[in-house]
């Protein structure tokens, strides 16, 4: 099983709203990683985690605000977000610290929209 | 820093055609080198990898590519493209030490008419 799975599918927020979005994954992977994906753009980067510790953030506004409660899970906060922050948020995995060599696996993602 | 650049931002062919995606990416150091697939609606998706060994590396759904070290290059190659194929393609770089992250390429838009 290869698979990631992340919900909800599609979020409408307001700017004031608190909201979290989740990601679960089964294959014994160690590492998770939070991209953000506008539109007609690759992903971007934003957090890795690995061992359940965050190990990057890329400079990430502290309206973004991750958490990896075990090693199946992977949440990200969301609080007073901005219109620009629309976009396709995915969810990945690999298998150990997140190196060079390790293939990651990607959920469908959420949709998410600023209003 | 690291980039990687796809030249072709859209492309579009006849089913039965010949693909190739050109992908150059720069990195003087040891690189693994990816490419993605994102069908319409759905996730990503590994097309193919390469880390060591064999220059030519060959992926699912009758997909090829060739690393050039003294281009740079990891261009992505079908011998016939089917409607289905229609996706967008993403290359992805992940160097070995140094900057731990996959930098992924713009990406290239592909259309296969029937």
């Known amino acids: 099983d290869t698979e990631v799975t992340q919900t909800p599918k599609h979020l409408v927020m307001g700017m004031t709203n608190k909201k979290s979005l989740k990601c679960e994954q089964h294959?014994?992977?160690?590492?998770m990683y939070w991209y953000k994906q506008k539109a007609k753009k690759p992903p971007e980067l934003m957090f890795v985690y690995s061992y359940e510790k965050l190990s990057i953030n890329e400079s990430v506004p502290s309206r973004f605000s991750p958490e990896c409660p075990n090693s199946s899970l992977l949440n990200l906060h969301l609080h007073a977000l901005q219109p620009e922050d629309s976009a396709l948020y995915l969810c990945a995995s690999s298998q150990a610290s997140g190196g060079a060599r390790e293939t990651q696996y990607f959920g469908p993602g959420t949709r998410l929209l600023v209003l | 820093a690291q980039s990687v650049s796809q030249h072709n931002h859209h492309v579009i062919l006849s089913e039965a055609a010949s693909l190739e995606l050109g992908c150059n990416y720069s990195?003087?150091?040891?690189?693994?080198l990816f490419w993605y697939v994102q069908y319409p609606g759905q996730h990503l998706q590994l097309l193919l990898k390469?880390?060591?060994?064999?220059?030519l590396v060959k992926g699912i759904k009758g997909f090829e590519a060739e690393f050039i070290k003294s281009k740079f290059s990891f261009n992505l190659r079908k011998p016939s493209v089917q409607w289905s194929d229609t996706a967008e393609y993403f290359c992805?770089?992940?160097?070995?030490?140094?900057?731990?992250?996959?930098?992924f390429g713009a990406g290239t838009r592909l259309a296969v008419h029937p």
């Open positions: 294959m014994g992977h160690r590492a």
């Open positions: 990195y003087g150091g040891t690189v693994n």
């Open positions: 992805a770089v992940h160097t070995s030490g140094g900057y731990n992250k996959l930098i």
């Open positions: 390469y880390f060591s060994g064999d220059p």
